[in-house]
């Protein structure tokens, strides 16, 4: 097939295919996209590269800049320079109005002989599937997270003028797609209910791990806790953002009460995130500062060994006021890597981890459950093989990324056909 490729933003797209520390959303795109081609897809990439300045290229490495005809004339220039001058002076925010028309723009001079355009949603942003619409060219639109919901959990909501266009624009790319691909179940209940999608138009298609890359390694464990002067202590990790629905203050609390049985037990939290100084600094407060390494954010290759060195990994979350969503990469890493896991029963999660069987499930945002979880596993060596090696086979069974883009390739073929998909 010939795809037209579309992320939101062309540099972090560059930044996961060179290995640099990356979110989970393009460490998922660069994925599906070496993945597509190493199976024979001619790929073209179509993406912001700064505000209004597009990219259409089938390079990672050296990508041209996207064709236009009528947004790249000097009177459009001066338009989009009046029209922000006039937001700005009215106290209206910027409405992205002409980015999109710039976009649309590109993806009319780029899509023509496409057969179908995959585009991970992106918030205030419609310039994708207006043009498909206008073309004929079907339109799969990967949805990861209600973004309007996910900033109201970051404490900075969207709110007016701007809160009614995002929705309006999130709704017309739902409503243009052909099919939708989402992350988890509750997800996809979410878009039927909220936004009156069809569910028939909807593939489920929760996220994967590349198992051989994620695996039991004993000289990269052997490695990462050298570096930590860490030898044969129990060690606990976290991977994942800082954020409000990683709920990295519980476990730091719970970390604490295990450390009054285990007193040579350590804790590492990899990644970064706007609440880092803040956990940090309770880590201080709780007394567990010597116990506890923040390693920040690094190569996602480096995340790898520090999964094979720890004995128990974590997945915190809070409670939620809505039905969580999320498909955590991060769970499906440390299974592959063969942990024993300690994970919140929250939405998909519950779907993946059977209590006992390959991981062990708590309430969210129970510090008593999570302690208690954690020195389970740290005094019981057994169960930790036990759950670790059936996580793993869960994970080469059930969550390979070539079943992810075998299914992906099914919901584009429907796409181009105009079938329902099973």
């Not at 992350?183 to 028939?200: Q, W």
């Not at 004993?218 to 129990?234: G, H, K, T, V, Y």
């Not at 976290?238 to 350590?266: E, I, M, Q």
């Not at 510090?367 to 059936?390: C, F, M, S, T, Y």
Request: charged share 25%; net charge positive; hydrophobic share 45%.
């Amino acid at each position: 097939m010939k795809i037209a490729f579309c992320p939101p933003e062309w540099n972090p797209l560059q930044q996961a295919a060179r290995g640099e520390p990356s979110n989970a959303t393009y460490l998922i795109q660069i994925n599906v996209s070496l993945r597509l081609k190493a199976r024979g897809h001619a790929l073209t990439f179509i993406a912001q590269r700064d505000p209004g300045n597009n990219v259409c290229t089938d390079s990672l490495e050296d990508p041209r800049p996207a064709p236009l005809t009528w947004s790249g004339y000097r009177m459009f220039e001066i338009a989009q320079r009046a029209a922000w001058r006039i937001q700005k002076i009215a106290g209206v925010p910027y409405l992205n109005v002409f980015s999109n028309l710039r976009l649309y723009d590109a993806c009319l001079r780029c899509l023509p002989g496409h057969e179908v355009a995959y585009e991970r949603n992106g918030l205030y942003r419609t310039g994708v599937a207006r043009a498909c619409r206008r073309l004929g060219i079907p339109h799969v639109l990967y949805v990861e997270a209600d973004e309007i919901l996910e900033l109201d959990y970051t404490g900075a909501p969207i709110t007016g003028i701007l809160r009614r266009r995002a929705r309006r624009m999130f709704q017309y790319n739902l409503s243009a797609a052909s099919r939708i691909v989402c992350v988890s179940e509750s997800l996809r209940r979410h878009l039927v209910d909220g936004y009156k999608i069809p569910p028939e138009k909807i593939l489920v298609l929760p996220n994967c791990v590349d198992a051989t890359k994620f695996r039991p390694d004993p000289p990269a464990a052997s490695r990462i806790r050298a570096s930590l002067n860490i030898e044969n202590q129990p060690l606990a990790l976290f991977v994942g953002g800082f954020y409000p629905w990683h709920d990295v203050g519980t476990l730091l609390h719970a970390f604490a009460a295990v450390l009054k049985s285990c007193r040579d037990a350590r804790l590492i939290l990899v990644g970064d995130g706007a609440a880092r100084h803040e956990m940090e600094k309770y880590a201080l407060e709780l007394g567990i500062g010597d116990s506890v390494s923040f390693v920040g954010s690094i190569p996602h290759d480096k995340v790898a060994d520090y999964m094979a060195a720890a004995d128990v990994a974590v997945v915190p979350y809070p409670v939620m006021r809505h039905e969580m969503w999320f498909s955590p990469l991060k769970l499906f890493e440390y299974m592959a890597a063969g942990k024993a896991i300690v994970a919140s029963a929250v939405g998909q999660v519950t779907d993946v981890i059977e209590d006992g069987r390959n991981g062990l499930l708590t309430p969210p945002a129970d510090v008593a459950a999570v302690a208690g979880a954690l020195k389970k596993l740290i005094h019981d060596p057994g169960l930790r093989a036990r759950l670790g090696l059936q996580a793993r086979e869960d994970a080469l069974r059930k969550h390979s990324w070539d079943r992810y883009i075998s299914r992906l390739e099914e919901a584009f073929n429907a796409a181009i056909k105009g079938e329902r998909m099973a």
